[in-house]
Structure formats: structure tokens, C-alpha cells
């Protein structure tokens, strides 16, 4: 069973990116750290065409299964395969989350095994985001001036409704601007005293980030929760994909 485990571990870690895609005027850092030996977290970042558009989109994903362990990661990847299939066939980001929501509804045990996702399609020439929040953790944007926005529309995580309607939102990625996209595993971290980690100090960390890489600020953030934590047992995967618009 752990050589199993260790094979199924192997097999996600081939299903995401192991470097993020390099984006003129873009540092892109992203991490996940499973609860056991699999996840049922999901992050990705790739190229993606859309209909009317000359240049392609950089389309960024972080998403979360509702349990842990093997169910859980088994679904990761059907939601992966999913994605990527109707990412190249469908031509708005409506019609792409309509989409993943129809299949995660047929396969998600009566609403039981819903995932929560936040999905951005993103022009990297003008900084356009379109992005829908299914359900998931609101994503932070720290603006180059310090003010924090959160990007809220969306709505139900994917699965438990076929026909639910999801809003899309949209927003400017401005040169200095940071967007932080976590899993509730982050936030939710609890230290040997039953303390959560909270979005407190994630925002604290955020307004500190500065101009910094988004590799440090995600290495300074990884470092943060593992200290707070300590030796308490980690009860949830942890994701968190970092986006700076550096120019």
C-alpha cells in the first residue's frame, strides 16, 4: 500500500507544473504541501486561446477537492483532465467553468465530493483578469499602493448543482500589483493550541511583500505556517500560486 501511494504521489506531481511558464512582465511561484502522501489539491498555469483574441491568456487555476487522501486525489485528477480538455475546446471562461461544473456534478456522489476553484483567464499585455471564485478561498490582490481588493464573484463549488449560474468578474493586474490564490489549508492551519493560522496574517504577509519576487514572498510565507504550526499534525493540503505583475 505505501509503494501504491508513493506511485499515485509520483503521478500528481506529473499532472501539475513543475516550473511556472514564463510570461514577459510576470513572476509567477506557486507550492503545495499534501496532508498525507496525496493531495486533493490542484494548481496549474498555461497558455490558453481565447475566442475573438489574437494572443493567448495565461490561465491560472488553484483548486480543492472536498476530502483527503486517495478519493480526493483520484478526483484531482479527473477535475485536471476535465480542465484540459475543455480549456482547448471552449471558448470563454463561462463556458469553460459551465462546463467542469456540469462534469463534477455527474461524478460528485449527490453534491458530497464538490471542489472549490478559483479560475483566471489573464492578458498579459494589459493586465486584464476575467476570473470566477467557484466557492473557493477569496484570492488577495495587494495593489502596488498598498490598498488589499479580494475577488469574490463566482459562485457554488463545482458540483453541487449541474445548472448553477456563475458571475464573472474582472479586474486589472497594474505593474507592482500581487495576487496571492490559496486552498483553505493555509489558513486554516492549526498550531498544538487549536490556533488557526488565519487570513490575518496572511494579509499582514502580503502588505509586507513589497517588491519582493513572488518566490520569496512565497518561501517567506511556506516558512511562516510551517513555524506557526510547529510539530501539531497537519490536518489539510496546503496551496498557495503567487502572481506579481513586475512590468
Not at 483566471?120 to 477569496?138: F, K, L, Q
Given at each position: ?26 513572476d ?33 487555476v488553484?483548486?480543492?477537492?472536498a ?6 486525489a483520484?478526483?484531482?485528477a ?23 461544473n456540469?462534469?463534477?456534478s ?14 483566471a ?122 502572481l506579481?505583475r513586475?512590468?
Amino acid at each position: 500500500m505505501k509503494r501504491d501511494l508513493e506511485i499515485a504521489r509520483d503521478i500528481q506531481r506529473w499532472l501539475v507544473p513543475a516550473t511556472p511558464p514564463e510570461i514577459p512582465g510576470y513572476d509567477m511561484a506557486f507550492a503545495t504541501v499534501p496532508a498525507n502522501t496525496v493531495s486533493g489539491d490542484y494548481y496549474d498555469a498555461f497558455p490558453r486561446q481565447v475566442a475573438g483574441e489574437e494572443s493567448p491568456r495565461l490561465h491560472v487555476v488553484v483548486a480543492d477537492v472536498a476530502g483527503k487522501s486517495v478519493p480526493a486525489a483520484l478526483l484531482m485528477a479527473t477535475f485536471e483532465a476535465s480542465l484540459h480538455t475543455l480549456a482547448y475546446t471552449l471558448p470563454g471562461l463561462s463556458e469553460l467553468v459551465a462546463g467542469l461544473n456540469r462534469y463534477a456534478s455527474a461524478h460528485s456522489l449527490e453534491g458530497r465530493r464538490f471542489t472549490t476553484a478559483f479560475l483566471a483567464d489573464i492578458a498579459p499585455a494589459s493586465g486584464e483578469i476575467r476570473y470566477i471564485n467557484a466557492g473557493h478561498n477569496v484570492p488577495i490582490l495587494r495593489r502596488a499602493s498598498g490598498g488589499l481588493e479580494r475577488l469574490e464573484a463566482g459562485g457554488l463549488p463545482l458540483g453541487i448543482r449541474a445548472d448553477a449560474p456563475y458571475e464573472c468578474g474582472a479586474t486589472t493586474l497594474e505593474p507592482g500589483d500581487l495576487l496571492v490564490v490559496f486552498t483553505d489549508g493555509v489558513v486554516d492551519a492549526e498550531n498544538a493550541q487549536g490556533q488557526e493560522y488565519d487570513e490575518s496574517r496572511l494579509l499582514a504577509l502580503c502588505q509586507r511583500s513589497g517588491a519582493r519576487p513572488a518566490a520569496e514572498t512565497l518561501a517567506e510565507l511556506m516558512a511562516e505556517v510551517r513555524a506557526f504550526v510547529g510539530d501539531a499534525p497537519r490536518h489539510d493540503d496546503l496551496t498557495c500560486l503567487i502572481l506579481r505583475r513586475s512590468g
